[in-house]
């Protein structure tokens, strides 16, 4: 293991060999909705038109990840260069992350990084928040967009995690020395003009879904449990999961498999596993299921014991 702290920079790395590459997350503390996500990227959990809390926030996110996802992998000399075969986002715990998976080498993931570390600019993305504003039905404002970039801002200043897994060689000397160089590409602008807090949000309507109160490391491992016992798709949001049936149907068809968690459990996570938790922060970061924070939280406390009590309070 290898770690990095530096005012409100955090960049911790776990090396586990039976990989052969390493899953990279970064993340900040930034509110989204995840219908708003969803919508973004083409989905959508509710059919209604709303424009819920945090839509601009959530609209600003996805635009900063279309901007580090151009720049690392928009096309084939981008690929090339940064050796990124594809970037994915995830909002979920009150944080927003970016996840990819790059070789496992430190002038690759210094590369990577670097344009990345460039890329986080946010009071440079109107033209895209304005895209996705419109998107959603509503006409961007650039007072609000000003409000909402300042707060990433200072979201992203104080508090960056940056959680790197993987088959990789390096100790805490080189790492530190990986991210003064990273370091130098971080040059954030400020908002100085007008700023307008957001307004006029119209809530989801999700009545016909039963919800989970869970988060974290925890949701990850109740969305597979549910997806793979009951065959019903999950739905990440804020602070839960959402699932399409109602509350009394989920209740009934969970308590029908309440016999089942111990044999589950000892299937998908075995005590004798050597690099449990690891091995489960390096998948739940490419598939973007977890982001940096919670993948970091994840490596420290997932055990087959944290895992039985998680399913058997559902």
């Known amino acids: 293991m290898a770690d990095f702290k530096k005012k409100g920079l955090h960049v911790s790395v776990e090396s ?18 995840t219908c708003v996500l969803a919508k973004l990227k083409g989905l959508s959990y509710c059919e209604n038109a ?26 084939a ?31 690759s993931v210094r590369k990577a990084l670097n ?14 928040y304005s895209s996705c504003i419109k998107q959603l039905g509503k006409s961007p404002k650039r007072e609000v967009f000003n409000y909402v970039a300042d707060s990433m801002i200072k979201a992203i200043k104080s508090d960056l995690h940056v959680q790197i897994v993987g088959k990789i060689k390096i100790d805490n000397e080189t790492l530190g020395e990986m991210i003064k160089i990273v370091e130098s590409r971080f040059n954030m602008d400020d908002v100085t003009d007008t700023k307008t807090k ?9 009545c016909e879904f039963a919800e989970l109160k869970v988060t ?11 997806k793979s016992n009951l065959k019903i798709p999950v739905l990440q949001t804020n602070d839960g999961l ?43 970061l490419s598939n973007a299921s977890l982001c940096a924070h919670d993948a970091n939280i994840a490596i420290k406390e997932l055990t087959t014991k944290n895992i039985l009590d998680t399913l058997k309070k559902l």
């Open 16 to 33: 586990c060999n039976i990989f052969g590459d390493v899953a990279i997350g970064i993340s900040f503390p930034f509110q989204c909705n």
């Open 50 to 75: 709303c424009f819920p809390l945090h839509t601009e926030e959530t609209a600003l996110a996805y635009s900063l990840f279309l901007h580090v996802e151009q720049s690392l992998c928009g096309d």
């Open 77 to 107: 000399l981008a690929t090339f260069k940064s050796k990124v075969g594809s970037v994915k986002c995830i909002a979920h715990h009150n944080m927003f992350g970016m996840n990819f998976n790059v070789k496992g080498t430190v002038s």
């Open 115 to 128: 344009m990345v570390f460039k890329m986080l600019n946010p009071s440079k993305l109107y033209t895209l």
């Open 198 to 206: 957001p307004s006029d949000h119209t809530a989801c309507d999700h």
């Open 216 to 226: 974290g490391w925890r949701s990850e491992i109740v969305t597979d449990y549910v």
């Open 242 to 284: 959402l699932v399409p049936i109602p509350e009394q149907s989920l209740k009934t068809k969970l308590s029908s498999i309440n016999s089942k968690i111990n044999t589950y459990v000892e299937r998908k996570y075995p005590n004798n596993v050597s690099d449990l938790s690891k091995s489960f922060a390096y998948s739940s």
